[in-house]
């Protein structure tokens, strides 16, 4: 009987065994067995960056973590079904991987940004160029705000930034959050079409009516570093009764604006609107 069809019969005969246990051959570990056990029971768990390089010490990938040991532990396993084939080639590469420990997650974003600009390792596909220096701009008409991405400064626009690509992701969430304030009992499902995915027009418009000045009011107080007034604000308006799940996302996204705003400069000046 040919080894094929031994196994198959007894698959067969032991239809209970789950999947993880039928694999002949682990997957492939190249770094633990390039670098050993120990290595990664000995990272640190904090914030840093982490650089992969060759035999050469050339290096072949930058990238950033909040927490290293976690980060890190994600790599130890190459399972070529569930990883992309370019991750594979790298992680059969690696030699040694260099820590430098930050102390938070904007330090070690600013670090990992300054060094893919610097190496431009060839593992890494974003962040190696220069981003436009682009900045969310907004602006309030009679009772409407408008919220856009920009990358030059207008005297009928408000500004903050620069902040690069992360500018549309920062505008993506005040749009939703925003949305929220005005239209509380509308919920989720009331956002305009595309919103809680992030895709937005370049330029959107939020009819405000008789809200116009506590939205104007608290985003600027938002854009100036009063992430937990703007936050109370928001979760003042909120229903009593919102579905958890729509909590759970409004938590988010005022986390998410928490932490980009703690990490980013200053709004720039601009005519009152």
Known sequence: MTLGLSLSVWF????TVPAAQQLLFPDPQPLVERLGRDFFRQLP????????????????????????RKRL????????????????????????????????????LARESELLRAV??????????????????WRCVEHQLHL??????????????PLGSGAFALRAVLARLLWFAVHPCLGMSGLP???????LNPEITIHCGPMIEPVASNLEKLLSGQTIEFSEWIRTLLPADLHHFEEAAVEADLEFVSETIKGSPRPMKSAAF
């Not at 768990?45 to 290293?68: F, Q, S, T």
């Not at 070529?80 to 904007?106: F, Y």
């Not at 856009?148 to 930034?161: I, L, M, Q």
């Open 12 to 15: 067969v005969l032991n239809p």
């Open 45 to 68: 768990e904090c914030p840093g960056v982490y650089l992969m390089r060759d035999a050469c010490d050339a290096i072949l990938y930058v990238g950033k973590a909040k927490n290293l």
């Open 73 to 108: 532990a994600s790599y130890r396993v190459a399972n070529p079904d569930r990883m992309p084939t370019r991750l594979l080639r790298l992680l059969r590469t690696v030699a040694h991987i260099e820590l430098q420990e930050c102390p938070d997650e904007s330090t070690a």
């Open 120 to 137: 431009r390792p060839r593992f890494n596909r974003a962040g190696t160029w220069p981003a436009p220096p682009r900045h969310v701009a």
């Open 148 to 161: 856009a991405v920009a990358e030059t400064s207008d005297a009928n626009w408000r500004f903050h930034g």
């Open 193 to 199: 079409v595309g919103w809680f995915h992030g895709r």
